[in-house]
């Protein structure tokens, strides 16, 4: 869109061409051509449009999102209660995407809309709307006032001594709107150490924000905390389904992309899974959604070693909700188990392992290294017992957990895809060619965390099949030692 | 720190696919990775003379004398054979409909301008000759609502991409949400030559992105021809 720039009553507005009375094509240029966008003084007396500022709280939305006639949009910006500015801006001498904050996946076209030859674009975030240089972002500009129900915190479970500690933490770190790390080991049970804190943060009528990176972890956390959390409006925002803004929300990173300064408490849930970790748009998206006095709060049961020596403060939980403590992984060689997958063999210990637990009546979740091994895996597995795969590209994906989880399907082959998030009772998990690169530390303790989750079943067995031990394995062990150990000094195993 | 290359469609790092022909400076750097391009399926084999389909995934009863049953009913209709002939390089496949559309709905043009290279290849070595090459113009408000016409971006930086010599005349539902038989069986005319310009005896070359039944690129054709145009023929990217 092209706008023009007046003075109006001493103040700066911008006015698009298509409402104009001007008619001099020279006056019009890119938004992206000014630099300043000073929010309009607010004017008491207008009439504003609750379900267009409704649409628009909290948000950063392009004009195409934004489902209003361009002219009361624009009114409501003349009277301060929206504010505009331009989609790309230079920063630093760099051009920026204000929505996504890339500064180098720009590309450019021919403009229809403004006319220019050379009309930039970001390609980060293109999948959720084009941000071009005559792209203008809109917000609301005045703080979400939402009249709450009276509500109560539904949950009745009781917190284990180690979550105890870490709720406290989590509500002291709400109430004084400062950072947190929760290092919670798999099967703790971390979203229950946020229920009070929540209910803390409801109670003043803060603004929440669950973000993950994945959607799976989304619709896992979102009736639970619909159960818990009953009279509360609550939102799930994942790919394709974009609701108006509630007080609170669970949404993946990528969706933040639309928010802006908006959100008193920001808790993010596996913190260190793709591509949150690498992605720092991803990074740049929560920072800008949330406000500037606000709760910052990471969940992971594997921080990366950056994040344990640069954040503080951080409270650990060593011990599973059950007070059992957690499976140790044990190594074993196997010798060149990809040559042999070539002679379209598999080791016979591998072999022997797994007969051995299905035949024990226990489901086997087996993660190998890559899509191309698990294609040529599973038929040769299926000689033996039946299986089937899962991996990212799969869109059968769902169902074939949900048969798995059902006992329909001995055994489950997969990528990394399930390291996290996955809970079937009574498991064994296994790795094979624990010394692939794509086996991390992290990786392989999130793996060993699929056991044993179930207080039923407490013990499960995990196996690391390699052809070479790796540093990461060994620390993956040690890791998982050492918070057994702390657990034990704190008195939390049973 | 030196930006990786990376395959402007799936976003791969290029760089481990550096292959000698690009060292030695005998292949043009990648755009897009090896993957992906072996994706996309050239239409290749034998190929109904009008249209360029490929006759070997047609029933035999679809097929006389080397033209397709589509083009017969073409002849046979009032349009004649307005277009002269048509070529497409891609099979219109998931992958090339995904890759139109991050292009076109998306609005992603450097997705898109991966093909410029292989229209300009092909408008130097067959059609150097014409006197123009029209990119089917969407109408007004579809410009403005995608910011861009995809066909045009294939020939920019050409010598061809010049003034407009055909419009859109209304714009009406899409083509894609369209049954074949209302396709075929509009009546109107969809397209008018700009009044200012005279195309007496003038070859053309006409651009769109895909043929399916080829009504679009008759229509445009037949305008043409009507005001005097000698010879069109069309290139399209795909053919479903």
């Known amino acids: ?36 966008f000073p929010l309009q003084p607010i004017n008491k007396s207008f009439k504003t449009d609750l379900q267009l500022l409704q649409v628009l709280q909290g948000k950063h939305l392009l004009i195409d999102e934004i489902p209003f006639p361009l002219c009361d949009i624009h009114a409501h910006y003349l009277n301060g209660f929206i504010h505009i ?15 996504c904050g890339s500064k180098q996946a720009f590309s450019h076209f021919s403009c229809a809309r403004c006319g220019e030859k050379d009309c930039r674009y970001c390609r ?17 500009s005045v703080p979400f006032q939402s009249k709450q129900p009276p ?122 899974a793709f591509p949150y970790n690498v992605d720092s748009s991803l990074q740049y998206a929560v920072e800008k959604s949330r406000k500037k006095e606000s709760s910052l709060i990471y969940l992971t049961a594997t921080p990366s070693k950056t994040m344990i020596r640069n954040f503080h403060p951080i409270v650990r939980i060593p011990a599973r909700f ?36 299905v035949g024990d009546g226990k489901p086997v979740l087996l993660f190998l290294p890559s899509i191309s091994l698990i294609e040529k895996v599973t038929p040769l597995m299926n000689k033996y017992v039946q299986c089937e795969s899962v991996h990212s590209e799969d869109e059968d994906r769902v169902n074939k957990v949900i048969r798995f989880r059902n006992n329909q399907l001995p055994v489950l082959l997969s990528s990394t895809i399930l390291e996290r998030g996955i809970t079937i009772p009574n498991v064994s998990v296994a790795v094979i060619g624990a010394e692939d690169d794509v086996f991390t530390e992290s990786a392989l303790v999130q793996i060993a965390g699929r056991a044993g989750r179930s207080k039923d079943f407490p013990d499960g067995s995990v196996r690391f099949f390699h052809y070479g031990k790796t540093n990461e394995m060994v620390s993956a062990v040690r890791l998982i030692k050492g918070m057994n150990r702390e657990a034990e000094e704190r008195g939390w195993l049973n | 720190m030196a930006q990786l290359e990376r395959c ?106 991966v093909f410029s290279a292989i229209f300009k290849k092909e408008i130097l070595k067959s059609f150097g000759d014409v006197d123009g090459v029209i990119p089917i113009p969407s109408s007004e408000e579809r410009l403005y609502d995608r910011g861009f016409n995809q066909c045009e971006v294939w020939i920019e930086g050409t010598e061809f991409h010049e003034g407009q010599i055909l419009y859109r005349i209304n714009h009406e539902e899409k083509q894609s949400k369209k049954s074949r038989e209302k396709r075929i069986n509009r009546k109107k005319d969809m397209f ?14 006409l651009i769109d992105d895909l043929y399916t039944t080829g009504t679009t690129l008759h229509y445009a054709a037949k305008t043409l021809k009507n005001a005097g145009a000698s010879h069109v023929s069309s290139l399209t990217l795909c053919r479903s």
């Open chain 1, 1 to 36: 869109m092209r706008f023009a720039s007046l003075q109006l009553n001493k103040q700066t507005v911008l006015i698009p061409e298509q409402l104009s009375p001007l008619q001099d094509p020279l006056l019009f240029h890119p938004i992206s051509h000014y630099k300043s």
């Open chain 1, 85 to 99: 500015e331009a989609g790309l801006q230079l920063k630093e001498g760099n051009l920026t995407c204000m929505r």
């Open chain 1, 124 to 140: 980060n975030c293109i999948v959720m709307g084009k941000v071009s240089s005559c792209s203008p972002l809109y917000s609301a």
């Open chain 1, 151 to 272: 509500f109560l915190l539904q949950w009745k479970g009781m917190l284990s001594s180690g979550q105890q500690e870490a709720s406290r933490a989590v509500t002291h770190a709400i109430k004084k709107n400062e950072e947190l790390l929760v290092w919670a080991v798999c099967g703790s049970g971390k979203t229950e150490v946020l229920f009070h804190g929540l209910e803390e943060a409801l109670s003043q009528n803060k603004t929440i924000c669950i973000a993950t990176p994945r959607t799976d972890v989304v619709l896992e956390l979102f009736p639970r905390l619909k159960k818990a959390f009953p009279s509360i409006n609550l939102s799930a925002l994942y790919g394709g389904s974009s609701k108006d803004t509630t007080q609170f929300v669970i949404s993946t990173t990528h969706q933040l992309i639309r928010y802006k300064n908006f959100f008193d408490v920001m808790i993010i849930d596996e913190v260190d």
């Open chain 1, 322 to 357: 059950h007070g059992f403590p957690l499976p140790i992984p044990s190594l074993t060689w196997v010798g060149n188990w990809r040559k042999e997958i070539k002679k379209e063999r598999l080791p016979p210990i591998l072999i022997k392992w797994i007969t051995q637990q």
């Open chain 2, 8 to 113: 402007v469609w799936c976003k791969k790092d290029l760089s481990r696919q550096l292959s000698w022909r690009i060292i030695l400076g005998l292949a043009a750097q990648r755009v897009i990775c090896e993957t992906c391009q072996a994706k996309l399926v050239p239409i290749t084999g034998e190929l109904c003379l009008k249209c360029g389909r490929p006759l070997s995934k047609l029933k035999p009863d679809y097929i006389q004398d080397h033209y397709c049953s589509d083009c017969i009913k073409w002849r046979n209709s009032e349009f004649g054979n307005v277009l002269e002939s048509n070529k497409s390089f891609y099979e219109y496949n998931d992958f090339l409909k995904d890759i139109l559309s991050l292009y076109k709905f998306r609005g992603d043009v450097e997705a898109g301008r």
């Open chain 2, 192 to 205: 008018q030559l700009h009044p200012k310009v005279t195309i007496e005896g003038k070859t053309f070359l």
